[in-house]
């Protein structure tokens, strides 16, 4: 399996002590046939210990450079090992080697993607790039939807939970082709940049 080097089956001497019921005789006298007084035994049990000495196969594996176990007795390697941490919500996949979460790029996932500066018109007025993410914002006189992205005139209802999800629903049905292409691109322009 991956991130395995090798594994071998090694024989491990197990030695322990273990309990168990022993049975002992005890004579003792009672009337049998009538009036004759005879001799027999009653059947008791004590625990007793003995040693046990046992071999076992055990399997031991040795990870490649760069993975782990996930725990001591695990069979497998497939945790990857990242040196420098990945930040951000990022997940070290393969050895110094991080996935990013979106709008966070670069090997470590330090690097901000200016989601503003994509070429993508994500809102319709301003944008303003955040850690990780973006707002949308309006010129004076205007207010944000309840899309969060384009601006109307006027004072609009407060959004519903409902009508909020619906959009969010919408949007990213509508979106979510345009956002994989964006998220390989950025990657791609980020990789070129490191």
């Not at 919500?89 to 990013?100: F, S, W």
């Not at 989601?115 to 914002?137: D, K, Y």
Request: with cysteine.
């Amino acid at each position: 399996s991956q991130g395995v080097c090798s594994k071998q089956m090694l024989v491990v001497p197990l030695h322990y002590n273990e309990s168990y019921s022993q049975p002992v005789y005890k004579p003792y006298l009672t009337v049998c046939n009538g009036r004759r007084i005879c001799s027999t035994y009653r059947t008791t049990y004590q625990v007793a210990w003995r040693e046990v000495r046992r071999e076992v196969q055990q399997t031991h594996v040795v990870c490649c450079q760069g993975w782990k176990k996930r725990h001591p007795g695990a069979l497998t390697c497939d945790e990857a090992i990242c040196a420098k941490p990945c930040l951000n919500r990022g997940i070290c996949v393969r050895p110094e080697q991080c996935e990013c979460a979106p709008g966070w790029g670069g090997k470590h996932c330090h690097v901000d993607v200016d989601e503003c500066r994509t070429g993508i018109t994500l809102c319709s007025h301003h944008c303003v790039n955040t850690a990780g993410s973006f707002t949308c914002g309006c010129p004076q006189g205007l207010v944000l939807g309840q899309d969060r992205r384009t601006c109307a005139e006027g004072v609009l209802e407060p959004p519903t939970g409902a009508s909020i999800l619906s959009v969010a629903v919408r949007e990213a049905e509508h979106d979510k082709h345009d956002l994989r292409q964006e998220i390989r691109a950025l990657r791609g322009r980020l990789e070129r940049l490191e």
